[in-house]
């Protein structure tokens, strides 16, 4: 594995490992993590800021037919919403993917491949960011497989991928994570999946290995696909990848928005996926 100084070593962490019994697991190694980096005295100076702010935010409860949306006025997210990860060009000197910031400290993942951190612009405590250690473009193709990889691994976890012009907020290709069950957004997606016959959920596929799925009423168009094969998982996603790229093709004369397949400065190429967002558990 590469040798990097943002990576945090076991030792530095066995501190923290004490509640769980020094197992050494991801999920045990990502929690005390969490816990050094959220540590007053060796810690994160902006995580620590940050959950201080976290703490007094509100949460308004809107429901919205069948759907309950949680509204939070979150001051820490703004500069991640204000930045937009297809705007600017970005060169590695100013990405903060590539520039951690003092004191925040990571875990290698895929042989250091990834790095696991906790990003400090939290929704909610824990929040993970998973960056490539090499400033590659946010595109997903080639590495649906480290994602499924990583969700398998990270097993008290739920992983996110957000396209470059579907919310990631920064070029540099990344996952995000937290906690599994913690988005009101999951615990509805099962409900609905226990209740397929109330809330008509639609069959697209049913095989013995994989099922694909669709709820019409979730406020945004979904798919939901489950599987008990990694491999099968991956062929689906490959077959998704390629005809909703196509769909996408229609996306047009947007406000503020660029036109399906433009040149996209911040990654110097022209858009080449659709438009979408995964969560992987
Ligand atoms: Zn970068």
Redesign the pocket.
């Given at each position: 594995m590469t040798e990097n100084k943002n990576f945090i070593s076991v030792d530095e962490l066995r501190p923290y490992l004490k509640e769980s019994n020094n197992v050494l697991d991801y999920n045990n190694l990502v929690k005390a993590l969490i816990k050094h980096q959220e540590d007053l005295l060796n810690g994160f100076e902006l995580l620590i800021k940050n959950l201080k702010t976290l703490d007094k935010c509100q949460i308004q409860k809107i429901k919205i037919g069948s759907i309950v949306l949680n509204v939070m006025l979150n001051p820490v997210r703004k500069n991640s919403l204000l930045s937009s990860g297809f705007k600017d060009r970005?060169e590695?000197a100013q990405?903060k993917?590539?520039n951690l910031y003092p004191n925040q400290r990571g875990l290698p993942i895929i042989n250091g491949k990834y790095i696991i951190r906790i990003n400090p612009m939290m929704v909610t405590r824990g929040d993970l960011t998973i960056a490539t250690t090499e400033?590659y473009p946010q595109v997903i193709k080639g590495k649906f497989a480290d994602m499924v990889y990583i969700a398998k691994t990270l097993s008290d976890f739920s992983i996110f991928y957000n396209g470059l012009l579907a919310g990631a907020s920064?070029p540099?290709f990344h996952f995000q994570a937290g906690f599994k069950n913690m988005l009101p957004g999951e615990m509805q997606i099962e409900n609905f999946l226990n209740n397929i016959e109330k809330y008509k959920v639609e069959k697209i596929i049913a095989k013995s290995n994989i099922q694909v799925l669709y709820i019409p009423d979730f406020l945004r168009k979904n798919i939901i696909v489950t599987s008990t094969s990694e491999d099968e998982l991956t062929e689906f996603f490959d077959f998704f990848n390629n005809d909703f790229l196509d769909i996408s093709k229609n996306i047009k004369n947007l406000n503020g928005v660029p036109d399906f397949g433009e040149y996209i400065d911040s990654i110097k190429m022209n858009e080449l996926e659709g438009r979408m967002n995964l969560l992987l558990k």
């Open positions: 970005l590695k990405c993917l590539c400033h920064n540099h």
